[in-house]
């Protein structure tokens, strides 16, 4: 039973000690647990800039290019190719050094490429909304303090973003040129050929730009209804030597959180890499900058990509070419991710083509799945992959019956339970039984008084005459754990559950019930099935498990409304279980 004790007091002090850490953080204060210092490194294009700043661009041909391409953005001294284009429309909100904004919009994204180095500055999520994800204490302060009021001027998701508050975009370019040379990368001007133009709603445009003796001609195409751009590359030898250029697609995000995330549960924000070798593998901002590169390298098949909360990007190359995955801190806060593929050598006069695709929108594992293997592997359920993901079916096949994603996790929690049901009622049978000889173990508590010895031999006769096993209550439960947890980063990663209404005043499952209602039913579920459990002897014990509903109910105020409601049909079917096995169980036999 000391041990029992031990257990429960570790639990219990580790449960406050996150709690508070977690409540630190939500009113702007430091973690107890230390932040990582950033490590200042070159650029890595060997530029020799100062760590954390954005090197000047080279002009075409004024110099080599770097093994590794700079991910910095031009700065605003490098011409824009306004003059040479063939009228396309320009923003006046073009990042600096990003030349002349070009437009690419089907029905679901619209994407801002810049004339400098076709470089993908903007992408804007036509049907995905941003989310007011204030939860109830910050209702509170509005209502009572004169708070911030509910948003209702919630525009479009922006993934890709380049302003003076963050850095999140796509680049592409050539390297690999002999030295005093310098292809065409993501910092030279490009010339406008064709486009924007729509033609049967595909939407396209076509960018040229010569140096180092080579002629590169980018078609970027944008199909309707995709979040894939799709990017064709034909590299033309101008010269009259051999040229062997290498193609390279990076992602350069700084490393701030993504909007909306939670300070009470944590989902990755940062690089990603996959190939059939190395499998799915997360290589987070702090090891870049630490130059952990665990990855593999070099292979014939793969992709990068960045990913947070819900959405993702990725470059994603042609298939069964070879290539080379690498990540580099680019300066201040700024990480890229990305690859190198050999285009092989080209001779004088004539040309090579590469496809590859650009996808940005959200982690929709049907559309991931089909589109690259692995790359839905991006919706992050962790280590419980194996198991979340036939949940997520079960999910998606009961929302397609009845139509609501609330209900889908109404029945999917309760098909669970049921599927669950023989072991927890072992369960149930054995905490009744344990209720039952409470008042007895309570009598040889006053009669042994500290004489831990003989409390513990007595207890372990009275267990061993009832027939009842100490932890037949926990064991059964520890199986169905790994089960639970799996649901749990289904219902947390899945992007279905944005703005996605139950009934009444939940109108957004991805986001915390603003008004409290679920979390305080939850709560009252938790005091329910403290009652149903036998009341430890010890009464330190007694007085912990007692505090623990309140403990734990609290964070479910900060948790998403579809958390919570799948953890209260939980604790409501599981109380009519319990309660239904203990009226059979103490119930006189005839």
Known sequence: MQIQRTILWIIFSMSLLFLWDNWQR?????????????????????????????????????????????????????????????GAPATTSAPAGAGRMLTLENDVIRLSIGTVGAVVHRAELLQHKEIDSRDVVDTLKAAVLGGPKARTDLGNVVLLSDNSKETYIAQTGLIGAPTGASFPTHRVPMQVAAGPARNDGQSSVTL???SGGVKLTRRYTLEPGSYVLKVRDEVANVSDKTVSPTQYMQLTRDDHKAPGDSKFYSTYTGPVVYNEEGKFQKVSFDNIAEGKKDFERKTNDGWVGMIQHYFASAWIPAEKLPREFYGAKVGDKLYSIGIKSPIGEIAPGASVAREMQLYVGPQDQRVLEKLAPGLDLTVDYGWLTAVAKPIYWLLEQLHKVVGNWGWAIVLLTLIIK??????????????????AVTPRLQAMRERYGEDRAKLNQAMMELYKQEKINPLGGCLPIVVQIPVFIALYWVLLASVEMRNAPWLGWITNLAAPDQYGILPLIMAASMFVQTMLNPKPPDPVQAKMMTLMPIVFSVMFFFFPAGLVLYWLVNNLYSIAQQWVITKKINAPKS
């Open 208 to 210: 040229v730009a010569e």
């Open 26 to 86: 939500h009113n702007g204060k430091p973690t107890m647990f230390g932040q990582s210092k950033p490590v200042a490194t070159q650029a890595a294009d060997g530029g020799g800039g100062k760590p954390g700043e954005k090197p000047s661009a080279p002009q075409a041909g004024s110099g080599a290019d770097s093994a590794v391409p700079n991910a910095a953005v031009a700065p605003a001294t490098v011409p824009a190719a306004g003059s040479q284009s063939t």
């Open 418 to 435: 049921t599927l669950f049901f023989p072991l927890q009622a072992a369960s149930y049978r054995s905490m009744a039984r344990m209720k």
